[in-house]
């Protein structure tokens, strides 16, 4: 995600933050300690406004640690499966911890989406059952009483996240859970994943009534963008999944070797970026070219690699300086599931991707003709 700031890496996992949560994170501190108003205020009359900014900012800490927890739980849990997370990011709408695969098993996907709200009820209940304990035990003049006060909120908060979580739309964490279970009972995951995607649908077109009638109704306009946007989030996801899906239906059983060009351009490290451009990509109107080293690739240079360079430094730039190396690219093989390789793409800015066996590159895969390919069996229908 861009705009993300890496703050802390836990357990190996890069924690980031978009410069959006740190709208969250005002917005909280505001309806918290706001002197005049503020939720604290409303509980507490008695306090200072400076110990009402104090205690709303250690509360927002803490609330940030509580999101954090429930999708620190989904990566290590996704990490016992053998699914890697490489980062968690915190945004605007919450946080995702970005996963490279796709669930093994309806058993993993359950166990993995089940743990973040899983770990937010527990630290709900924590929090409920910290402050009716103290409620009962710490005078509202005590020192200890601010304690209460922030476990209260936090044990709400944590249980409200768990419960919107839980919706059963696809792919919030419900939705996940409803679609490990419809595939754990067909065995078969497209159809899961169908209805638990047009379950987010649903859910998100519901929000979005919801926020309208909150905005109208209640003349709360904030709130209702508020849902908003949390409704167009969840139905582009909940669309992006379906697509996915059935771009997984119709390249099933089909290997990189059926789509991938056996005819493609080479140059050697040394070669002068000038000699590249008007010697190969220009006359064959190519988009990326191997770069080979007897046959062995050693990387790939595109369009946008030569960009990078000033055009009238091209005759004296090897081809080296600009390519990404093949160690950089994603590893494609002539038997790799055609499904990964798209999977790949997705994840890599390069219109091509070069085709490996043995360290040997015996083709290129391009992006468009996976498109086209794709397009062909779903008009013909072939499953
Ligand atoms: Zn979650």
Do not use: C
């Amino acid at each position: 995600m861009p705009g993300s700031i890496l703050i802390a890496r836990i357990f190996g996992i890069d924690i980031r933050i978009h410069l959006s949560w740190f709208l969250i994170f005002g917005l909280l501190l505001f309806t918290l300690s706001d002197p005049s108003g503020g939720l604290f205020r409303m509980q507490r009359p008695q306090w200072s406004d400076q110990k009402l900014v104090i205690v709303a900012a250690i509360t927002a800490l803490l609330f940030f640690a509580s999101v954090l927890s429930h999708e620190l739980a989904h990566a290590l849990v996704a990490r016992t499966f053998r699914m890697p997370v490489s980062s968690i990011t915190l945004f605007l709408l919450g946080g995702v911890a970005n996963l490279r695969k796709e669930p093994p098993s309806a058993r993993a996907e359950f166990l993995m989406a089940a743990a973040g709200p899983g770990t937010s009820l527990v630290l709900g209940g924590i929090g409920i059952a910290i402050s009716g304990f103290g409620g009962d035990v710490v005078s509202d003049v005590s020192a200890l009483d601010p304690v209460v006060v922030v476990a209260n909120y936090l044990g709400y908060i944590n249980v409200a996240l768990a419960v919107f979580n839980m919706i059963p739309g696809f792919p919030l964490d419900g939705g996940r859970v409803l679609r490990s279970i419809v595939w754990g009972i067909t065995h078969d995951r497209a159809r899961a994943t169908g209805i638990a995607a047009r379950g987010g649908q649903v859910v998100a077109a519901l929000l979005l009534v919801y926020g309208i009638w909150r905005a109208v109704a209640d003349q709360d306009a904030f709130g209702g963008v508020w849902m908003g946007m949390i409704a167009y989030f969840l139905y582009t996801a909940a669309s992006n999944s379906l697509e996915q899906e059935r771009v997984a239906t119709a390249v099933r059983g089909v290997q990189v070797q059926a789509v991938m060009t056996q005819q493609f351009l080479s140059v050697r490290a040394r070669t002068p970026l000038a000699e590249l451009v008007y010697g190969q990509l220009v006359p064959h109107n190519a988009r990326a070219v191997a770069v080979l080293d007897g046959e062995r690739l050693i990387g790939l240079v595109t369009i946008a690699d030569l960009q990078k360079v000033d055009q009238s430094a091209w005759p004296q730039t090897p081809v080296e300086e600009v390519m990404t190396p093949a160690s950089h690219l994603p590893a494609v093989s002539s038997t790799t599931r055609l499904m990964t390789a798209i999977e790949s793409f997705a994840s890599s800015a390069a219109p091509v991707l070069p085709v490996v066996d043995n360290g040997a590159l015996v083709g290129m895969l391009d992006r468009d003709t996976v498109a086209s390919y794709i397009r062909m069996r779903e008009t013909l229908g072939i499953r």
